[in-house]
């Protein structure tokens, strides 16, 4: 009889078995990290904005060196312009540098996926970085008080501004003051800022005028913004959010009735969505009122509320959505520039180490035109603003102060070339902010603009240098220079390291896995049927010419075989 070992050939299957298992698992597990993606498994649970987030930590108090530089324009020539026979002639000086520290207090998070905050800054002098101190370092700046109501009078009637003109003479105001940089920054004494604040308190709440003093007077602005829709998921309903002890809690209840009831209020199915992170409400209105925005319901609203008044989808600047695209233009919203200024694409690279997207601030930035529903608000009485001013005075108590970029970049040439001094400079001058694509967070920014005094005069001979032009009094560059190593590491980790760790262990755990089927296909075709043997110990006794098998184990062999052994004949016979 013919048998076959059972042993080795069931050996070799478990093996075959072995590895086909093994690398199905390993690519299994290769296409799951694909699938998964846990780099951005990671990045969305702790870097999101949602209650004890890392994100949310760092956005409360950001651990980040921000920078101002002011840069104030000395007139050099008074005498000679005051008198005709010279154009304005200015020399730039600074910088003069502030340390900004930012906090978003009364972080609360609503029920309808939005999170509202009050922004508080404060600016600290730096000396080391400065040229000088500001309250000894004396310059010669255009009486802007003087000349800004001289200005404001002239765009209402030609009996205001006589009578605005003939009210100021007995007062014997110098059209060009010798003060400190100090004051010109934070406000200094002028009689007329004095009474119009003793008038009317409601509206001039100060006593005295500086530029700075003005731009950084936010108050406390509640501002609302929409979170991503992974966040409001993960909202449980039954939660209000997390109010801060940092504000007094009569402040805390004053906001919350002002603006609470708008905040959760549920957007209508139809209005297009918003993005993420952008601004909702301010102060609990999506528009500004000083440009024109009225309520929803108002009778006029579809007139009158336009892209160019409506703050919904602008952003403060604080935090992007995440995975900008190229083809992004936003538009960013801060009290001081008094509109929203659109930021475009403009090249990409690397900061640190890391992927980043450099967006400048646009062209038109600073253009109006009654007939673009996204700047036709800017334009009063229908009269707009040459290119390159954006008009500031609704935020100035009706001062006519303008904003630009510096020396008036990107604006019409004709506004640096009227005046001795200017001299436009893209690397100098030019807005950029340089974002994390992924993240959506601004790795570096240097947000320039200028702040000038539009003066148009009339019905006063001793101001009529001045009439009909544009002069520069200072400006400021806000500017984040860099992330903290913190930040700077756990961007590198993230998105320098963390994907190619990924794609290499995918392209391991591929390859193993491949490798293995591979090899238990070779051990399934090179194997060939296992070799038989022919062993049967009866032979021996069949087959011999003696038996040599003794009796007791011849009856154990006749167990595996028949039932009788069949006996040859035998020469000889063994005895038994």
Not at 71 to 98: A, D, H, K
Not at 569 to 576: F, K, R, V, W, Y
Request: hydrophobic share 40%.
């Amino acid at each position: 009889m013919t048998t076959t070992p059972a042993f080795p050939l069931a050996s070799k299957r478990k093996r075959v078995i072995k590895l086909c298992c093994l690398g199905v698992l390993f690519i299994t597990l290769a296409y799951a990290i694909i699938v998964i993606d846990p780099t951005e498994v990671i990045v969305e649970n702790k870097l999101s904005m949602f209650e004890g987030s890392y994100l949310h930590r760092l956005w409360k108090k950001p651990p980040l060196e921000v920078f101002i530089s002011i840069y104030v324009f000395n007139i050099t020539n008074p005498e000679e312009f005051m008198s005709g026979n010279e154009r304005l002639r200015v020399q730039e000086v600074g910088p003069y540098v502030y340390q900004e520290f930012l906090e978003h207090r009364n972080s609360t998070f609503n029920p309808n996926g939005t999170l509202s905050f009050v922004p508080i800054r404060r600016q600290v002098f730096v000396p080391e970085r400065s040229v000088g101190d500001p309250q000894e370092d004396r310059i010669m700046i255009p009486n802007i008080a003087l000349l800004g109501v001289s200005s404001a009078a002239y765009r209402m009637s030609s009996f205001a501004a006589f009578a605005v003109a003939a009210a100021l003479k007995p007062l014997g105001m110098s059209p060009i003051l010798n003060i400190t940089t100090h004051d010109l920054l934070w406000g200094y004494d002028d009689p007329l800022v004095r009474i119009a604040s003793s008038l009317l308190p409601d509206i001039i709440h100060f006593q005295k005028i500086g530029v700075l003093d003005r731009m950084f007077d936010d108050g406390f602005d509640t501002v609302t913004i929409n979170l991503p829709e992974s966040v409001r998921n993960q909202h449980r309903s039954g939660e209000d959010g997390t109010l801060d002890d940092e504000l007094s809690d009569e402040l805390v209840e004053s906001l919350h009735d002002d603006y609470y009831h708008e905040i959760v209020s549920p957007r209508p199915a139809d209005e297009e969505p918003i993005r993420d992170y952008s601004i909702d409400l301010w102060n609990g209105s999506p528009g500004l009122a000083h440009w024109g925005y009225v309520a929803k319901d108002h009778w006029d609203a579809d007139r009158r509320n336009t892209p160019c008044n409506t703050l919904q989808g602008a952003y403060d600047g604080s935090v992007f959505p995440r995975n900008i695209s190229k083809t992004e233009v936003f538009k960013v919203y801060r009290k001081a520039f008094c509109r929203t200024l659109p930021i475009a694409f403009e090249r990409e690279g690397e900061v640190d180490g890391i992927k980043a997207y450099w967006f400048s601030i646009q062209e038109n930035a600073f253009e109006s035109s009654v007939d673009d529903p996204y700047t036709s608000c800017y334009c009063r009485n229908n009269q707009c603003l040459p290119k390159g001013l954006g008009d500031l005075s609704p935020c100035w108590y009706n001062i006519p102060v303008a904003v630009s970029l510096p020396h008036y970049y990107k604006g019409d040439p004709r506004l640096s070339q009227a005046i001795d001094g200017l001299s436009p400079n893209k690397e100098k001058h030019d807005a950029v902010i340089i974002m994390q694509p992924q993240l959506g967070i601004p790795m570096q920014a240097n947000i320039r603009v200028q702040i000038s005094l539009l003066t148009n005069i009339s019905f006063n001979s001793e101001l009529k240098p001045f009439h009909n032009s544009v002069i520069p009094l200072i400006w400021a560059e806000m500017s984040l220079e860099k992330l903290t190593p913190e930040l700077i590491l756990l961007l590198n980790i993230l998105f320098g390291v963390a994907p190619y760790l990924q794609t290499g262990l995918v392209c391991l755990l591929a390859l193993l896995g491949a490798s293995l089927l591979a090899t238990a296909g070779l051990v399934l075709l090179c194997s060939t049927e296992a070799t038989t043997f022919e062993y049967d110990p009866r032979k021996s006794i069949r087959y011999s010419t003696v038996n040599m098998i003794p009796y007791p184990l011849r009856k154990e062999l006749e167990k595996y075989g028949e039932s009788e052994v069949r006996r040859e004949p035998l020469l000889i016979e063994n005895c038994a």
